[in-house]
């Protein structure tokens, strides 16, 4: 044989080779490197490695520093990396429809009885070229977090800083918007350059944001969403056993999810504690912050998404 034919026969045979081997997947965090996230992400990967000696291991290559917050999605579209933890908000540049996982008013368990996490696996799939493994946050309200007052859900003449699940929401209050990542908030903040800011009820300490907040404003509104995606073409050259551990270890991950429901009650009692003042909206102007919210975030989805937005706003609503 000729040398050429030896390679072509021994390409041909790796396949069967490759089964038996360690498939290596390079995984990072849309959210900042000291991020409570990405502990608990880390935490994880250490247990997958530990567990999945000879079989899978995950290599952390880290966060926005190595790729950039509104890149990731396309990174693992690309295959740039094999897999991200993300928020679908942070790739809504890959397809619209990401953003709307921050609309379902059920728990991650119910959406994968009800029909809904079948159909965002086939969006996600099909406009994204990612299999949606695991939602590892939920039980997290947003919140508005202010440096000037409001005493009614009207956000004329403030500025403040949002990523796209809040777009609609805070315009549809009269506020004038800046998106900006997570690891810029302190910074606009220091500056003044925003009045205020979204974001979940946890997380605000992590980088230092307690300092520069004034005010929160309840109640909350939609479900904070972070999940592991993967990209198709690397989930497709693992091998069965190779899927099966990992989705085991994806789901285990996120049938913990109920922790959240604790550090929102922690955090929740640190803000206080920090100082920070509860704006608290009742009655008929919460119930109108609320409805705001959902009404404008749907029709944003809707209007860049006509034939899934719709089909989602059913699968994800409480009836
Ligand atoms: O505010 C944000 O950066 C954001 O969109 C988000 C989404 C999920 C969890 C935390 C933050």
Do not use: C
Request: glycine share 8%; no cysteine.
């Amino acid at each position: 044989m000729r040398p050429f034919a030896l390679i072509a026969a021994a390409a041909a045979a790796l396949p069967l080779a490759a089964a038996a081997q360690t498939a290596t997947l390079r995984i990072v965090s849309a959210f900042p490197e000291n991020s409570f996230y990405v502990t608990r992400l880390t935490t994880w990967i250490q247990q997958v490695n530990d567990e999945g000696k000879g079989l899978l291991q995950l290599n952390f290559i880290g966060g926005p520093k190595a790729i950039p917050t509104f890149e990731v999605g396309n990174a693992v579209r690309t295959g740039v990396v094999d897999m991200a933890m993300s928020t679908g908000a942070f790739y809504t540049n890959v397809f619209p429809e990401s953003d709307a996982l921050k609309l379902t008013q059920m728990p991650v368990a119910e959406q994968r009885r009800n029909g809904a996490f079948d159909y965002i696996q086939k969006v996600w799939a099909e406009k994204g070229n990612m299999v949606y493994l695991a939602r590892i946050v939920e039980h997290q309200p947003f919140h508005l977090y202010l440096n000037k007052p409001i005493d009614k859900p009207d956000l004329k003449g403030l500025k403040l800083r949002i990523t796209p699940v809040y777009r609609d929401f805070f315009t549809a209050l009269g506020a004038t918007v800046m998106q900006t990542a997570p690891g810029e908030v302190y910074t606009a903040l220091e500056r003044g350059v925003v009045d205020g800011y979204g974001w979940p009820i946890g997380g605000i300490f992590d980088l230092n944001w307690h300092e520069r907040t004034k005010f929160r404003v309840d109640p909350g509104f939609y479900d904070a969403e972070v999940s592991l995606i993967v990209n198709q073409d690397a989930w497709k050259r693992l091998s069965p056993k190779q899927r099966e551990f990992l989705t085991a270890r994806a789901l285990s991950l996120e049938s913990r999810n109920d922790y959240w429901k604790v550090y929102a009650q922690q955090e929740t009692e640190r803000q206080a504690k920090a100082g920070i003042q509860v704006i608290r909206l009742e009655g008929a102007s919460a119930k109108q912050y609320i409805d705001t919210a959902y009404e404008s975030g749907w029709a944003g989805i809707i209007k860049v998404s006509p034939v899934h937005g719709p089909k989602m706003r059913e699968l994800f609503s409480r009836r």
